[in-house]
Structure formats: structure tokens, C-alpha cells
């Protein structure tokens, strides 16, 4: 719990300094994150064995070569400060949930038994849109066990109405009655 605090203040930290280059900023927390995920760098980093400075200055050579702007390199060089490393990815997460928030979008996950054509991902956008009053960003998964229908799953809420759940619950229905 005290670890979300800290990822939501650190995630609400940069997203202030970040004014009107939010999307860039994301971005480029993001590309960061992407080779952060290399097991022997998250040892490196997390490590107190290896001293501070040494490990700032990692930080601050990969942003360069990834080309990351002041701001991004110095709020990766706090976290390496501060050991908060371990929590970027939920920093992250948090920070795009506030850009999506400033931008008046919602995710929505999509789970389908066939992949939707454009037409229907049009439509059920603009479906899960009017139901949240935001622009929704759906993020398709195809999965062929729910046999029909859909689940989407959008702001902590899930709205099942697959045929694998409709028949489950006629089965439980039915064995209540025998």
C-alpha cells in the first residue's frame, strides 16, 4: 500500500514538472522502462552494493543514448537516489493513468472469441465512450474459450456477457433445482 502512495506522488511529481510535453515525457519514461526490464540491469540499479554514484551515472548514460530529455533523466537519477527503482514500472502505470485522465481517455480491455472486425471496434468505442464519457482506447484479446459474446473490462469494472458465463450459470442454475 505505501508503495502505491509513493508510486502515485512520484507518478504526480513528474507529471506536473512534465507541463504541455506530458505525452513526450511518457514516452520516454516508457522507452526507459523498456530496457529497465533487462533482469541484470534492475540488479544493477536495485543494488546498494554498487555505490550511488555509480549507479546514477548508468542511469544517466542510458538516457543519453536513448535521448531523453533533462527532465526525464533527472527524475530517474532521483529514483536511483532514493532506491525507488524497483517501483517504476508502477510510476508508470500511474503516470499514464493521470495522462489519460488530463486527455479524457479510458482504457478498456476486450476479451472475444474471434478478432473484432473495424466496423465493431468502431462501434463498441464509441459504446464504452458514451458509458464513461471519455475516448475509449480498447485493447483487443481474442480468446476462443469464452465461445461468443464479450467481456470488456473498463475502470476497475468488468461486463461480462460471454457464452461461457451464460452457460455457467444456466448449469448452476439448473443443478439448484435437482
Not at 522507452?31 to 552494493?49: E, H, M
Not at 465493431?120 to 459504446?127: D, G, H, I, P
Request: charged share 30%; hydrophobic share 40%; no cysteine.
Amino acid at each position: 500500500m505505501i508503495e502505491g502512495k509513493l508510486s502515485r506522488r512520484y507518478a504526480r511529481a513528474i507529471f506536473e514538472l512534465a507541463a504541455d510535453r506530458e505525452e513526450a515525457v511518457g514516452a520516454e519514461v516508457d522507452s526507459f522502462l523498456g530496457i529497465y526490464a533487462d533482469p541484470d540491469l534492475k540488479k544493477v540499479l536495485g543494488n546498494p552494493a554498487f555505490e550511488q554514484d555509480q549507479r546514477r551515472q548508468i542511469v544517466v548514460e542510458l538516457a543519453g543514448r536513448l535521448g531523453l530529455s533533462d527532465l526525464t533523466t533527472n527524475f530517474l537519477s532521483l529514483l536511483v537516489t532514493r532506491d525507488r527503482m524497483d517501483g517504476l514500472p508502477s510510476i508508470a502505470r500511474h503516470y499514464h493513468r493521470l495522462l489519460d485522465d488530463s486527455r479524457g481517455r479510458v482504457n478498456a480491455k476486450v476479451v472475444v472469441s474471434q478478432a473484432l472486425g473495424e466496423d465493431r471496434r468502431t462501434s463498441l468505442a464509441e459504446v464504452v465512450g458514451e458509458m464513461t464519457g471519455k475516448t475509449a482506447i480498447l485493447t483487443e484479446e481474442v480468446e476462443p474459450a469464452i465461445i461468443g459474446g464479450i467481456i470488456v473490462e473498463v475502470g476497475g469494472k468488468v461486463y461480462d456477457g460471454s457464452v461461457r458465463t451464460q452457460l455457467q450459470s444456466l448449469r448452476k442454475s439448473i443443478e439448484r433445482t435437482y
